[in-house]
Each structure stands twice: as structure tokens, then as C-alpha cells.
């Protein structure tokens, strides 16, 4: 290589994809994807323009934030989101640990397996605004629909995550307990419940600030929360109250960050 | 000695009654919360909802099987949904994590602003954001992706941003020692470092994209949210059997090539 004179010889950074051919195939389709997806975009120039123009009054609304004159309902509708997520949070986790268990491969049954995996499935796939819909429709608006939503995808995303953490846990350490002769639920509290502990708190930590989140959209389906207010402000065309309420859902989800990354250091 | 004396203990006197402090205050938290719910439930509904569930699910059988067709186009506008918006937020992402990390941001102030952003886009909603732009652009594809891709930025900066923040320091320096200029150490010391995360962010993201995008057709914003909500609104339930299996094949599908695709680059 030395014996090179250097003006043959420059290096280049490593391709993302090492076989040529290979590489440009897949930058044609991407390319080809992209350029097909923009032609099937059908948008409408003239409606935008149009919009444009009238959302100058919007934008204006929009950075003179109105707290005052729907001050009872936003405060109304914050505490409905704050016990919305505290009670399906609750839930969520008490119902998710029987399916995590049932959904990690190495402790659960086969056929305990594949049920719990399907649950965990289905309730991940929807996104809570479709299960909203369902609950609101089943069981009329109000702020239980929310809790039942709130539930229902809280058990997915926890369960997985748990289970996951459960698969990987160090199998000498449950062997070392069944060598004193524990029974099964001794080996569950002293052997694997110790190793998923930590992990399990924070998933639950993080899900609370989701469902926070995630209470303020099902409400505009009707299933209570600040979602309801937010929407009937946008109904109404009042975008300062609208501003109000987004900018003291951002303060809250910055309150609820710094307090989860307070007990993650905690837990650590 | 007695046999009270070599009792083994997982935890100490304070710390068992710490625990006893934080559940008694957690459990009347739950109820506190639980009665203002409560009060605010028509339980009548409540109790009638099992089987007005089970009543509805009947209606959906048996599924309107060709209304599957109609389904195609409305499928492919929640795709492009995700992905234009995922790519456009992976684009925007980048200045704004390079900005807000510590090691690479050029200026504090410009940090606070990145953070602002980050924080303002985590905390909106995509639905909300599509509300915005449903009035704003009119509705269709468009605002969906510009939602979508609004939400986005907050999710891939925060996350590309820790993971600048982690580089090993010492490849910065041997870049540095070799004469390079600003840029391009960034370029050879900093976007290799945090390139497969990158990717896997991205990627992610596109997934949860997805799901995200199935529901902001429900303002207008385009994407099978739009026919869902028509179903939903006229009863047509056979309809929305057809819209809910969809909705579980792509997510599933986009499940399995988003785990396909990190796998081979990672």
C-alpha cells in the first residue's frame, strides 16, 4: 500500500450497504417510493393560500394565550386529566403484571404464552383514540371512558416492556433460590420480582407521564379531560383559550418530566 | 441463642415504615381521585356497558368484506402519512439535537431554544396539532404529515440529543489532533458515534408513526382516521370490523419491518 503514490490512493468513509449493486437498487426504490408518494399527495394550493390568510388572525390568537376568561373550566378539566391518568395508571399496573408474567417465555407456559402476547398485541396496535371511540360509544361520555381507555393501553405497553425485562433476567440467581427448596411464589418475590423491580418502577413512572399526554387527545372524542375543554375551544374558534390550555399542558408535562427523572436517579 | 436473633430481613425498620408512608398516601390518593370519577360517571351506562359491547360487536358480523377495496387508497395516505412525517421531522431533528446537546451546541441560549422546542412538540399531541392545521392548510394529507412530523421533532431530537451527549470524547479529540475543521470533525467524530442509534430512533419512530396516523384522519387530516369516523358516526359497524383489521395487519406489519430493518443495521 506504501508503495502507492498517494494521488491513487484516498480513502472514503464505509457505505451504509457494502455490495454495490445491492446499494443501488435500494437507493432507486427508496427514491422511486419518495417521488410517488409526492405525486399522490393532491395538494390543494389555492385552499392553503386561503387558509394562510386567515390564519394570520389565528397565529395572533395564538400568542396572546387567554387564561382568564375559561380559567374555571381549564382548571376544571387539568384536574379531571390529572385523576384520569393517577386511577388508570393504577390500574393499568395492577392488571399488567399477571400478563407480563404470562408473557415472558422463559417462566409462562406455552398456551398462558401465546394468550397474554395476543392481549398485549391488541392493545398496542390501537391507539387510544380508536379505543376511546369504542369506550365512549359502549358506555357514554364522561371521564370513566378515559380511565377504561387509559387502562386498556397502559396494560399493553407495561406488559411488554416488563415481560421483556423478564426474559433477560440472570437465570443463576433464580437457580441459587430453588437450590434452598423455595416454594413458587418465594421464588418470585426473592429470585425475580428484586431483578425487575427497578426497571418496573420507572416503566410505571414514564406510563404515568404517557397517559397525562394521552388524556388530553381521547377527550376530544368525548372521553373527558382537558381533551374536552381543548376541543370545545377549538369549536368555538377561541384560540387564546386554546393557547392558555396547550401551554399549561406543556408546564405540566414538564413538571410531571423533571419529578420522573427525580425518582429514576432515586431508583438508580 | 433464640431463633428470633438470626431472622433474615430484606429491609430495615425505616426504611419498612418509609414504605408504609408512600402506600398509605398513594391508596388514599387512588380513592380521592376514584370518588371524583366516580361522581362524575352515569353508572346506569356503566353497568349497561357489557352488554351494550358484546351487543355491538354482533353488529359487526358479519364483516363487509368489499368494503376492503374502498380501504386500499385510504391505507396508502396513512403510510405516506408516517413516513413524509417521520422524514421531515428526522431532517428538522437534526439541527435541533445538534443544538441542544451540551458537547455540540454553539451557544447556551440557542440550547434553552432548542429544549423549548423539543418540549413544546413532546407535550402536543399529534390529533392536537392536526386540529391546528386542519383549520390552517384545509383538510387532507398534507396537514396529517406536517402533524405528524411536529410531534416527531420533540421525540427524535430528545433522544439523538442524549445520545450525542454520551459520545466517547476521545474519538473528538484524535479528530481534532488531526488539524480538521469544525465541521468536519462533527462529521467524522461525532455522526458515526451516534449514527445506529440515529437510525433506530428514525425507524422507531416511523412505527409509532403509524398508529399515530391511523387517528388523525378523525379531524380531517387525511388517512384512514376519516373512514373510521364515517363509520363510526353512520353505526356502520360491519364497516368498521374491516377498518379495525386493517388498522391491527398494518400495525403489525410495520412492526415486524421496523425490527427487520434495525436488525440489519445495527
Known sequence: MLTESS?????????????KNKRKIIYLLVLAYL??????????????????????????DFLRPDFISRWDSIVDGILESLTMTYVATVFGIIISIPFAFGAAENISPKPIYYFSRAVIVISRSFQEVV???????????????????????????????????????DWTQVEAVKATGASWPQLMTYSILPQILPRFIGLSVYRLDINFRASAVIGVVGAGGIGTTLNA???????????????????????????????????? | MSKKDYDWQLKGTRRILKEILFWTAGIWLFIYC??????RTIWPFVYDGAEQGSKLLMRMFPPNWPYFIDLLRPIWDTITIATLGTLAAVLFSLFVAFLAAENTSPHSLLR???????????????????????????????AGII??????????????????????KKQVEAVKATGSSKFSTLIYSVVPQVFPSFVGTAVYRW?????????????????????????????????????????????LFSELFSAKIRKVLI
Open chain 2, 112 to 142: 434553552q431554544l432548542a429544549l423549548l422546542i423539543i418540549v413544546t412538540s413532546r407535550s402536543v399531541s399529534s390529533l392536537i396539532w392536526a386540529i391546528i392545521l386542519v383549520i390552517i392548510l384545509g383538510p387532507g394529507v398534507l
Open chain 1, 35 to 60: 417521488i410517488f408518494t409526492f405525486i399522490s399527495l393532491r395538494v390543494d394550493p389555492q385552499r392553503i393560500l386561503l387558509g394562510l390568510s386567515r390564519s394570520q388572525k389565528y397565529f395572533g
Open chain 1, 233 to 268: 375551544a377549538f369549536d368555538r374558534y377561541e384560540f387564546d383559550s386554546a393557547s392558555a390550555i396547550l401551554i399549561v399542558m406543556i408546564a405540566i408535562v414538564l413538571l410531571g418530566e423533571l419529578f420522573s427523572s427525580f425518582i429514576r436517579t432515586k431508583i438508580k
Open chain 2, 147 to 168: 402533524a405528524i412530523s411536529l410531534r416527531s421533532v420533540g421525540f427524535v431530537s430528545k433522544l439523538l440529543y442524549e445520545s450525542i451527549e454520551e459520545i466517547d
Open chain 1, 131 to 169: 379505543i376511546a371511540i369504542f369506550f365512549v360509544v359502549v358506555i357514554g361520555f364522561g371521564p370513566m371512558a378515559g380511565v377504561l381507555t387509559l387502562t386498556f393501553s397502559s396494560i399493553g405497553f407495561l406488559a411488554k416492556l416488563l415481560a421483556e425485562e423478564i426474559e433477560d433476567i
Open chain 2, 207 to 251: 412505527d409509532i408513526n403509524i398508529r399515530e396516523s391511523t387517528v388523525v384522519g378523525l379531524v380531517g387530516a387525511g388517512g384512514i382516521g376519516l373512514q373510521l369516523n364515517e363509520a363510526i358516526l353512520g353505526l356502520k359497524w360491519p364497516d368498521a370490523i374491516i377498518i379495525f383489521m386493517m388498522i391491527l395487519s398494518l400495525v
Open chain 1, 7 to 19: 494521488g491513487n490512493y484516498s480513502w472514503q468513509r464505509p457505505h451504509l450497504i457494502k455490495n
Open chain 2, 34 to 39: 376514584w370518588n371524583i370519577i366516580s361522581a
